[in-house]
């Protein structure tokens, strides 16, 4: 039985704890945050502790907690010479203090409360510092999903980088769109298709080859007509800008 405890009670913290509960192979002994809060209904209250010194020994300790926290909370174990692992796609698995052996992993998804996720299909990318806490961290990984991924922390930097631009920056345009429909009562759910239809092309093929629409398509009529039609200036600007970047991107084809 591989025994595991989890720093944190925000979304990943949550969804891994619920993900774990289901699992004979691993249980999770423990679970620290700062307010003794539960992370699952079922949890048990006295398996929650507010104070780090309380901590009990485990096999892995995930810190499950804000990016600018992992080195403070790190620093602040009151324990060496055990695998203490990171969730975060931004921050070096170097952050964490020597003093215990370091280790990622990371769930490459977004996670919101209140919303289950199908661990199955998330990629999970793995580091650490010993070959065998490596392999460690991907057997945990197996009894949640089938995409594992030895990922540096430079690859991993790189990766949310690009993970911002295909989830955060898109989930922008989408409020903006359910702005331009509300403020002229259209049901935004109309366009639930095109979205879902748009994320399952690009699986398919490359994004450069699924580009549509009327500026790579250099449509100067309905570009006039669509900056016409927008009153908010930040919209405005937002469409102006995005319309340039494809026309750029794609200039020789006009």
Not at 19 to 34: E, G, H, P, W
Not at 219 to 238: A, C, G, V, W
Request: charged letters at 25%; hydrophobic letters at 40%; aromatic letters at 8%.
């Amino acid at each position: 039985m591989i025994t595991i405890v989890i720093l944190g009670a925000g979304n990943v913290a949550q969804h891994l704890y619920t993900a774990f509960l289901n699992q004979k192979s691993v249980t999770v002994l423990q679970c620290y945050n700062r307010k003794g809060v539960r992370l699952h209904k079922d949890q048990k209250r006295d398996t929650i502790t507010s104070d780090l010194g309380a901590l009990i020994k485990a096999d892995v300790y995930i810190l499950a907690v804000s990016d600018d926290a992992i080195e403070d909370v790190s620093n602040s174990l009151p324990f060496q010479d055990r695998l203490v692992v990171h969730t975060s796609g931004s921050v070096l698995m170097t952050d964490i203090n020597n003093k215990n052996y370091r280790g990622v992993f990371y769930p490459l998804q977004t996670f919101s409360i209140g919303k289950d996720v199908n661990f199955s299909n998330i990629p999970f990318c793995i580091e650490a510092d010993q070959e065998q806490d490596v392999k460690l961290l991907k057997k945990i990984a197996s009894l949640l999903s089938k995409k594992i991924y030895d990922i540096s922390s430079d690859q991993r930097k790189v990766l949310h980088v690009a993970a911002v631009f295909v989830n955060n920056f898109t989930n922008y345009m989408f409020s903006v769109g359910n702005e331009i429909c509300s403020e002229n009562k259209v049901p935004f759910e109309i366009l639930h298709p095109l979205i879902q239809e748009t994320a399952k092309k690009i699986v398919k093929i490359q994004p450069d080859k699924a580009q549509t629409g009327p500026a790579i398509r250099n449509d100067i009529q309905t570009i006039e007509r669509h900056l016409e039609i927008l009153k908010d200036n930040s919209q405005k600007e937002l469409y102006k800008m995005l319309t340039e970047a494809i026309q750029s991107k794609y200039g020789k084809e006009l």
